[in-house]
Each structure stands twice: as C-alpha cells, then as structure tokens.
C-alpha cells in the first residue's frame, strides 16, 4: 500500500512497546522521537487495572519516557463512553483503582444499590460473590459494560482469566450481553483522536493484534502497522480476511519514521 502523511500516532503498550516489564527494543526511541518532533501521541491499553499515573511509573522503570497525558486506557474510554450515556449517574464496578479513579473523575457515583450500569473490569482476584451481585444487578435491569473483550491476560505462569471470561459467564446467567469499550471498538480509537485533536486521515496505529489493534484501526480509518513483536506470527496474518497497511519486525522499524 501507498504511505499516507502521519502527524499524529497511536500506539498499543503490551507486545508494541513491553514485553513483561521489559522495553522492547526500539520503544524508549520511537516514543523519545515523538516527543522530540512534537508529535501528537497516545498510548492505548486494554488494561484497566492501572491509572495512567500508574502505567507511566512502569514504563519509567523500563527506560520509557511516556507523560501520564499521553495514555489512554479502556477505563478512561469508559468513563468518558457513561459521562455522555448518562451523566452523572452510578454504576457497580467489578475492577480496581485504574476503573474506580476513571469512573468517579467521570463524574459517577460508585453503588450496589440500584445502579444504572454494571461495570465489569480486570482485577487481580475476581469475587464469586461479586460476581453473584452483578448478575442480580444485571436481572434487575441495569446495563452491563465490560471494559474490553480480552478473555486472557498475561502472567509470568501463564495466561490469567480476564474481563472477557468473566463477563462471558455473567452474560450467561443473565442473558444479557455488555457492551465493550475497548479494543477492538472503534470508540476507543475516536475518543483518543478527539483527546489529542488529531485526524483519523494522518494518523496511524501501532498494534500487535490482528484482531483488537488493527481491525479496530482499520475501522476508525487509521493507517495501521502490526508489528511481530508480540502475540500474533507471520503466518497468522495471512488467516484474517483483513490487512495492516504495513507488516515491520519492531517499532524500531518506525522511528524514522516519526
């Protein structure tokens, strides 16, 4: 494909910029070059355990210098999707500090007792008892939202049960599907390019992912580039009925780039 003009970047963090705490070669450069040009960026993360205060200290320590303003999270995009639903309303929230701090800056009140929404995020230890109350919840007519469709997160022992699992078995018991915020919605993808006023036409989007980061790209009308330093191979590529605009080895084929 032709290259298009790119003033404004987008980028996801896991398998893009880290590998299990560690910086992917090529990550500290290309995010050091977008702030060097002055280059409107964000970095985006189903991950809505942490706050963005959170996720810079941990890239910090792997030698990645992202500002807290310049990351955008499911929980944030959740927050801001519930601020224009209802504004100013309530939720029960199954998650943790990233998806509590996100929602109450939003605006909403946090309750068990007749909320307009479910709220179901990631968390290191999903409750059966809280589980048990969003399914009540959910019966009784609140709207279920999960943050993002992931059914499996990372682990150094192994993949862990995430958001997706877990609002598959609430979906089950109620009947009733969440709608998902995050990767591979488009809205994740629209609401950060209204964060940092940036055009769909000259931006590009940087994932790991054929099936969150580079169909959502896709639809949101980005230029994409997968990159194989993360979950998905060569020869997975070519399974999808879509493609990247750009298939490199790493992010360091970026940086000159920017």
Known sequence: MSERRIESWLTDMDGVLVHEGQAIPGAPEFIRALRDAERPFLVLTNNSIFTPRDLRARLATSGIDVPEEAIWTSALATGQFLADQIPHGSAYVIGEAGLTTALYEAGYTLTESNPDYVVLGETRTYSFTAITKAIRLVRDGARFIATNPDTTGP???GPLPATGAVAAMIQAATGRSPYYVG??????????????DAHSEVTAMIGDRMDTDVVAGIEAGLETFLVMTGSTTAAEVDTYPFRPSHVVDSIADLVGRV
């Open 155 to 157: 682990s150094a022992e």
């Open 183 to 196: 990767k591979p919605n488009p809205m994740m993808f629209r609401s950060a390019l209204n964060r940092i």
